[in-house]
């Protein structure tokens, strides 16, 4: 995965970064089950909503929890936050 990181400092396509987090997006979240759905607070008070999952079979050390991040409009496509150190981010492209 470190190679292919430094593929994408040196300029990527967008073919390339689409393809690169469709990747990590898929290794991330397939065979995964929704364990739980709640709001959680962030520090400046507001409230939004958390999922977490886990694999069915294998269950990870940690439920991956993802927050969504938009706004109230939903006109938008937003990033993805996780849990994971290895990705943080799901990002908008």
Not at 61 to 85: A, C, P, R, Y
Request: hydrophobic share 35%.
């Amino acid at each position: 995965m470190l190679e292919r990181m430094k593929e994408m400092i040196e300029r990527p396509t967008f073919t390339d970064l689409k393809k690169h987090w469709t990747d990590t997006a898929n290794n991330l979240l397939q065979g995964l089950e929704v364990t739980q759905v709640k709001y959680e607070e962030n520090e400046e008070g507001e409230h939004g909503i958390v999922i977490c999952l886990n694999h069915k079979v294998r269950p990870h050390k940690i439920d991956i929890q993802l927050t969504i991040m938009s706004d109230d409009e939903g006109n938008g496509f937003g990033s993805i936050h996780t849990n994971v150190v290895e990705v943080p981010v799901l990002p908008i492209l």
